[in-house]
Structures are given as C-alpha cells and as structure tokens.
C-alpha cells in the first residue's frame, strides 16, 4: 500500500486535476509542500489514516474544483490556512471528526458552488465568513452537530440553488438575513427543530 507520496515533493505547480484517493496507509501529504497552485481540480478523498492536511499549507488557490471528502481520522482542515480561491466548487463532504472549517478562513472567493455535508461532528461554518457571494448552489445538509449557520452570515447571493436540510440540531436560519437573492430553486426541510425561516427576511428575489 502506498505510504508516501515522495516522489512529488520537487513539484510547485500543476497544470491539471490532483486526485489523491484510497490510499490506506497514507499519513500525511508533506510531500506536497512545495506545491502553490493547483490550476485544475484538487480531490483527497478516502485515505483513512490522513489525520491532517499539513502539506497543503502553501496553496493559496485552486483553479477548478476542491473537493475533501470520507475521513474518519480527519479533525482539523488547517493545512488550507493560505487558500483564498477556489475557481468551481468547493465540496467538504463525510467527514466524521471534523468540528469546524476554520481552515478555509481566508477564502475570498467562491466561482462556483459551496456543498457541506454528512459532516457529523462538525458544529460551526465560521471558516467561511469571508465569503460574500456563491456563483452556484449553496448546500448545507446532514451535519448532525450543526446548531446554527454562523460563517454564512456575510452572504449576499446565491446564483444557484439554496439547499438546508436535514441538519437535525439546526433551529434556525439566522445567519443569512443578509442574502437577498437566490437564483434558482431553494429547498428548506427535514429539519427536527427549525421553528421558522425568519433568517430569509431579506430575500428580494428568488
């Protein structure tokens, strides 16, 4: 089983899609470290023994997609810290240890969408305040700990869709009373003590 990814520490850039998937001895991505720009897709996903992202922590953007998903060992997305752009979407998806995306506090800008999901620890969406519009959908759904949308607060529009559910602890939508246009469907429900959907007060468009 693969257990070191050595053979690319020269690299400083790439000019396609990384993908660095089910590799069950893998322990950590330092070899990565060198590397600044990832111009395409970036996707790490169902190494089970990653319990960081440490040799990430000089990318600074990703052209296309990013895309984190299926950790049970995972707990801190912190090796993101310089990361500022992601070009598409950006997918935080099953994993089980993580409590908060802090991590992703210096992302700026969002091209496409935003999809955080089946994420059962996690309890806070604060790593994503600095994001002020989303060019596709906005999906927050299955995260089990989740009690509020804290971190989205600064969100004035959605180009795509508006998809929370499923977010069983989640009583309300607060944090988006500043979004005031969505541009496709929007869909709310399944949520056991959601008592209201005041927090979309300021949606003029939808």
Not at 4 to 30: C, P
Request: aromatic share 4%.
């Amino acid at each position: 089983a693969l257990t070191t990814l050595d053979g690319l520490k020269n690299i400083n850039s790439t000019s396609w899609t990384v993908t660095i998937e089910g590799n069950s001895s893998l322990t950590d991505l330092e070899a990565l470290s060198a590397v600044t720009t990832i111009r395409y897709d970036l996707h790490i996903e169902q190494n089970p023994a990653l319990t960081n992202l440490e040799g990430l922590r000089n990318i600074t953007s990703v052209g296309n997609d990013l895309r984190l998903g299926y950790y049970n060992s995972l707990t801190s997305l912190n090796g993101l810290r310089n990361l500022t752009a992601v070009g598409n979407d950006l997918t935080i998806i099953g994993n089980a240890s993580i409590v908060d995306l802090d991590g992703l506090r210096n992302i700026r800008s969002i091209g496409g969408g935003i999809h955080v999901g089946r994420n059962d620890g996690l309890r806070s969406l604060e790593g994503l305040s600095s994001i002020t519009t989303v060019g596709g959908n906005l999906t927050i759904n299955e995260n089990e700990s989740l009690r509020n949308l804290d971190g989205l607060h600064n969100i004035t529009a959605v180009g795509g869709s508006l998809w929370i559910a499923w977010n069983a602890r989640l009583p309300n939508l607060d944090a988006l009373n500043r979004l005031t246009s969505v541009g496709r469907a929007m869909h709310i429900g399944g949520h056991a003590v959601l008592a209201d959907i005041d927090g979309l007060m300021g949606l003029t468009f939808l």
